[in-house]
């Protein structure tokens, strides 16, 4: 299966509507840094995401890999948030298939590097395309919904 890397968005936002299992059914084995560990799992606690994805990387399928290359991380940390510096510098080091980043910023960033992206919206409409989901409208209100409450 190819390999994704994803940002933290949209773990939370995938889990908050209980869609997690899309990005296993769709890529197999996804990679996030520490910091979005720490960002989904550990800081999240309590909320959207974080029984998910650490349920997910008990089961193997959410793996925990930190990028090498720290300089390359320090000089996007200069425009992004550390989970989206890790996950672009990542991905910049294993070419994944995709990375899954929603914030307009790191898109940005991650066409600089030539990475290819996507993001929920992206997630929704191939599952809807494929028969996965029923109604993409009700999944994006569910999405937007969990996102502005918070």
């Given at each position: 299966?190819?390999?994704?890397?994803?940002?933290?968005?949209?773990?939370?936002?995938?889990?908050?509507?209980?869609?997690?299992?899309?990005?296993?059914?769709?890529?197999?084995?996804?990679?996030?840094?520490?910091?979005?560990?720490?960002?989904?799992?550990?800081?999240?606690?309590?909320?959207?995401?974080?029984?998910?994805?650490?349920?997910?990387?008990?089961?193997?399928?959410?793996?925990?890999?930190?990028?090498t290359?720290?300089?390359?991380?320090?000089?996007?940390e200069?425009?992004?948030?550390?989970?989206?510096?890790?996950?672009?510098?990542?991905?910049?080091?294993?070419?994944?298939?995709?990375?899954?980043?929603?914030?307009?910023?790191?898109?940005?960033?991650?066409?600089?590097?030539?990475?290819?992206?996507?993001?929920?919206?992206?997630?929704?409409i191939?599952?809807?395309?494929?028969?996965?989901?029923?109604?993409?409208?009700?999944?994006?209100?569910?999405?937007?919904?969990?996102?502005?409450?918070?």
């Amino acid at each position: 299966m190819p390999e994704a890397i994803s940002d933290s968005s949209t773990l939370i936002h995938l889990a908050g509507i209980g869609r997690l299992k899309l990005l296993k059914e769709f890529y197999g084995n996804i990679l996030i840094t520490p910091a979005v560990w720490d960002e989904v799992v550990v800081a999240g606690q309590g909320r959207a995401g974080a029984d998910e994805v650490n349920g997910a990387s008990n089961s193997g399928w959410i793996e925990v890999i930190a990028p090498t290359n720290e300089s390359v991380v320090r000089l996007l940390e200069r425009e992004l948030h550390k989970g989206e510096a890790e996950t672009i510098a990542l991905a910049i080091e294993r070419h994944p298939e995709v990375i899954f980043l929603d914030e307009s910023e790191a898109r940005r960033v991650a066409n600089v590097y030539g990475l290819r992206k996507t993001g929920v919206i992206g997630i929704l409409i191939r599952a809807k395309l494929e028969g996965k989901v029923i109604s993409l409208r009700e999944d994006w209100i569910n999405c937007v919904a969990k996102w502005v409450s918070g």
